[in-house]
T-cell receptor
Framework: TQLLEQSPQFLSIQEGENLTVYCNSS?????LQWYRQEPGEGPVLLVT?????EVKKLKRLTFQFGDARKDSSLHITAAQPGDTGLYLC???????????FGQGTTLQVKP | GAVVSQHPSWVICKSGTSVKIECRSL??????MFWYRQFPKQSLMLMAT?????????EQGVEKDKFLINHASLTLSTLTVTSAHPEDSSFYIC??????????FGPGTRLTVT
């Protein structure tokens, strides 16, 4: 079974600061997805990256897929209190559609 | 587009009873549906994968006789927790995927077994 290590697991920062969340694995994934989850709700898809080296931007969020498709990062610029939530990375296993989730990163942005 | 609903959103049941949770894809045909379980402040753990019209594939350690999954149509899958016990209390989330590899998640069902 493929594993996905996500770090940090908890992050508390001040509004305006930048941050990066990492997901790493020794295995290759067909694609990698990033989700954000609010308490008591299901995860909401932020982005899917498929190609090694791919970079996608979503406003202040920048997502990168490693060249070897084993790792990914999420960078948030000038974080705002509204960014507070649980961020999850998930790798798709061998084109099966099955997702392996990282442990999640709980982000708290203080005003 | 790509909306997935779950019903109920929360349920409280007595130990020993069974509970059924529904997962529906509202605006697309879901060839595959997934069921996850999530404990507080933890990530999602895949329980099983179901394809329309065939038996579900359960992850290691998940009791198939306890967590019954039925995927009778391209828009509906159900998870039945049989003879529920307090340790089954959790947040159950389904997801659905259609023609692409992306999964769209339902809002989750909070199960509390007393």
């Amino acid at each position: 079974t493929q594993l996905l290590e996500q770090s940090p697991q908890f992050l508390s920062i001040q509004e305006g600061e930048n941050l990066t969340v990492y997901c790493n694995s020794s295995s290759v994934f067909s694609s990698l997805q990033w989700y954000r989850q609010e308490p008591g709700e299901g995860p909401v898809l932020l982005v899917t990256v498929v190609t090694g080296g791919e970079v996608k931007k979503l406003k202040r969020l920048t997502f990168q897929f490693g060249d070897a498709r084993k790792d990914s990062s999420l960078h948030i610029t000038a974080a705002q209190p509204g960014d507070t939530g649980l961020y999850l990375c998930a790798g798709e296993e061998n084109n099966t559609g099955k997702l392996i989730f990282g442990q999640g990163t709980t982000l708290q942005v203080k005003p | 587009g790509a909306v997935v609903s779950q019903h109920p959103s929360w349920v409280i049941c007595k130990s020993g009873t069974s509970v059924k949770i529904e997962c529906r894809s509202l605006d697309f045909q879901a060839t595959t549906m997934f069921w996850y379980r999530q404990f507080p402040k933890q990530s999602l753990m895949l329980m099983a994968t179901s394809n329309e019209g065939s038996k579900a594939t359960y992850e290691q350690g998940v009791e198939k006789d306890k967590f019954l999954i039925n995927h009778a149509s391209l828009t509906l899958s159900t998870l039945t927790v049989t003879s529920a016990h307090p340790e089954d209390s959790s947040f159950y989330i389904c997801s659905a995927s259609g023609s692409t590899y992306e999964q769209y998640f339902g809002p989750g069902t909070r199960l509390t077994v007393t």
